[in-house]
């Protein structure tokens, strides 16, 4: 027999964070009632359960993917290999979104995935006429469900960026659209996660080219884009801002002192 105290026990470090975790998904308990309850024996399901999660885990599965949630901006969403699993840097872009939108604005977020960031905003801001897009329309169904369990009012489309925008226009358009170049080595850690979110020509800009490009016709005046972007290609992406005709444009960086997310305005 295997008590819950002995699994925890036999878990080191990192590890160890990922089968409290794991297990309490399993068992549908807290972290502080695993710690109250170690004594609880498990079944050998339970055992059986935990022990082929932490296989899928110890070969590079993410754990979100494995308890099929993710928090993000205090929020629980629903994510699966569909969609990216939102990462804590991704914050600074809703932050740069917020302080961009005018009372009762409207917002576009490109490329959504799991519905992160437009969430994010509609919590913060539920005065703001919230759009939200993506290619894929099963990730827009994980969307969809994390708004409709989360109460929030966003109108979501099937979308290759502006595609079928003809005619709208928004205060601020944000986005985290995929940024990695094709053969970036990082590629091999994030083997689980849909490469189609993540990976953008030669040199990882050919979406944020179009995004930035694109953008324009798509702003109110005086409107703001903000994207988020790999670490080093702060400049690049500025120069593609400036060639677009875009004014006061700056860059934030994430919490590595990285600059993740560049805006600029019409």
């Known amino acids: 027999m295997t008590t819950v105290a002995a699994r925890l026990a036999a878990a080191r470090g990192e590890a160890r964070r990922d089968v409290e975790v794991l297990l309490g998904h399993l068992?549908?308990?807290s972290r502080a009632w695993l710690y109250a309850h170690g004594e609880c024996v498990?079944?050998?399901?339970?055992?059986?359960?935990?022990d082929a999660l932490v296989a899928r885990r110890e070969l590079g599965e993410p754990v979100a993917y494995l308890t099929g949630r993710r928090e993000f901006w205090g929020l629980e969403l629903e994510v699966g290999p569909e969609t990216l699993v939102p990462r804590p840097d991704t914050e600074i872009l809703v932050e740069q979104c917020l302080a961009h939108i005018p009372v009762r604005g409207s917002v576009l977020?490109?490329?959504?995935?799991?519905?992160?960031?437009?969430l994010a905003v509609a919590r913060e801001r539920p005065?703001?006429?919230?759009?939200?897009?993506?290619?894929?329309?099963?990730?827009?169904?994980?969307?969809?469900r994390n708004?409709?369990?989360?109460?929030?009012?966003?109108?979501?489309?099937?979308?290759?960026?502006?595609?079928?925008l003809a005619g709208l226009r928004f205060?601020?358009?944000?986005?985290?659209?995929?940024?990695v170049a094709e053969h970036d080595p990082h590629l091999a850690t994030l083997r689980f996660e849909p490469r189609?979110?993540?990976?953008a020509g030669p040199d990882g800009l050919a979406v944020l080219r179009r995004l930035i490009a694109g953008a324009p016709d798509v702003l109110e005046p005086g409107g703001w884009l903000v994207v988020e972007h790999g670490a080093e290609q702060g400049a690049s992406v500025r120069t593609?801002?400036?060639?677009?005709?875009?004014?006061?444009i700056r860059s934030e960086r994430d919490l590595a002192g990285h600059e993740r997310v560049t805006l600029g305005t019409q």
């Open 27 to 29: 068992l549908g308990r």
């Open 42 to 50: 498990l079944t050998d399901a339970q055992t059986e359960g935990l």
């Open 109 to 118: 977020d490109v490329g959504t995935g799991a519905g992160a960031v437009v």
């Open 127 to 144: 005065d703001a006429c919230l759009t939200a897009t993506d290619i894929d329309p099963d990730a827009l169904a994980v969307a969809r």
């Open 147 to 164: 708004a409709e369990r989360l109460g929030a009012a966003v109108e979501f489309l099937v979308a290759d960026l502006y595609d079928g």
């Open 171 to 179: 205060d601020v358009i944000v986005s985290n659209p995929p940024y």
């Open 196 to 199: 189609r979110a993540l990976v």
């Open 240 to 248: 593609l801002f400036a060639a677009s005709g875009f004014s006061s």
